[in-house]
Structures are given as structure tokens and as C-alpha cells.
């Protein structure tokens, strides 16, 4: 709090309890014991006070109103305090959640794409995060064996190859076993449902 501040929340004292009496020196001493905690956080504190059935009607001790307070210092922000949106399906997310959840949200964005474009309907995006990291990967390399199946124009063919291929590489990368067999189940976008 800045010197105003407490000043100000004197003031605030005052105005509920009549015999709370600020001059300089109390001023000062009470600057120098809430300065370093955050002005709101003590207003609140005085506000909770002020209700109090039992010492509402006492002139709140600085040891109260600082209870279980952190000072501004002292607040440390830790990973789990940090939430971001994914910005593909919106899912509020920690810090520790986003590294999981990126990769797999954006595999299942793009199954859900070719389902729409080769299928014309959605998947079922639920199931495929409850699969386990194998039988997701399956499941993503199937569907783009089966896109490569449906798709008439080479160029995209290719891509959709590309696509595999990478997924491939980096499952090998990661000490996923994967079958050489180009076509891992192509229909299995079907029977994930
Ligand atoms: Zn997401």
C-alpha cells in the first residue's frame, strides 16, 4: 500500500468507528506495517471485519487485517497458476496441461477435417481422446492411409503421404512401434464412433 493508500484506508477506519483516532505517528505506523501488502486485499479484509457478528464492533487490530495475507513480495506465480485457452477447441488449460494437449488437439482437428471432407460428418472428437497414445496414432495413421484411398487428385495424395510419413517418423522418435504395412486399418475412421 502507498502511503495514500493507507492514509485513505485510515479514514475508511474512521468513518465506522468514531473513537479511531489518526495523527502522524499512527499514520506512520501504520504505513510502515501495511505497506507491503496489496490495498484491495486489506479493504477486503476491513469489509469481511465489518461484518463480523462478534468483532465487527471493535476497531480491527492490523494483526487482523493482515492475517493470512501475502505480502506483494511474497507472491510467487507458479505454473499451475497460469491458464491459456487452446486455441483450437477453446478448453481452459494450465501451463503443465498445454504441452500434452496441443499436439493431440490439433491431430484431432485435422481427423475431424478429412472425416468432414471424405465423410461428410464429424467425429465423435471425445473417443478419440480417450484412446491411449497407440491406439490414437493407429487411429491417425489409418485415416490418412484411408484419405490417400478416397482422394482422387495426386497432389494431395502426397500430402496426405507427407503427413503419414512425419507421423511416422516422429512415433519412431518417440519408441512407438509402427507396422510397416502402409494401410493400418484405412476403415477406422468408421469404427471409432
Ligand atoms: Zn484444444
Partial sequence: MTKNEVKTFMLRVKSYYQSFIIDEFKTNEWFNA?????????????????????YGQYIPQISYLTKFLKKVGEKKVTPADIFINCSIC????????????????????????????????????????????????????????????????????????NIYQDVKLCLQGKGHEIREDRAIEPTIINSIE
Fill in 90 to 161: 477453446g478448453k481452459r488449460l494450465s501451463l503443465q496441461e498445454q504441452e500434452d494437449h496441443y499436439d493431440r488437439c490439433h491431430d484431432i482437428d485435422y481427423i475431424n477435417w478429412l472425416s468432414e471432407k471424405y465423410r461428410g460428418k464429424p467425429i465423435n472428437k471425445d473417443k478419440y481422446w480417450e484412446l491411449e497414445d497407440t491406439a490414437f496414432y493407429r487411429a491417425f495413421l489409418g485415416t490418412l492411409a484411408w484419405a490417400m484411398e478416397q482422394e482422387s487428385n495426386v497432389m494431395k495424395q502426397e500430402m496426405y503421404n
Fill in 34 to 54: 501495511l505497506k507491503d501488502y496489496d490495498n484491495s486485499e486489506v479493504n477486503k479484509r476491513f469489509e469481511e471485519h465489518l461484518q463480523s457478528e462478534t
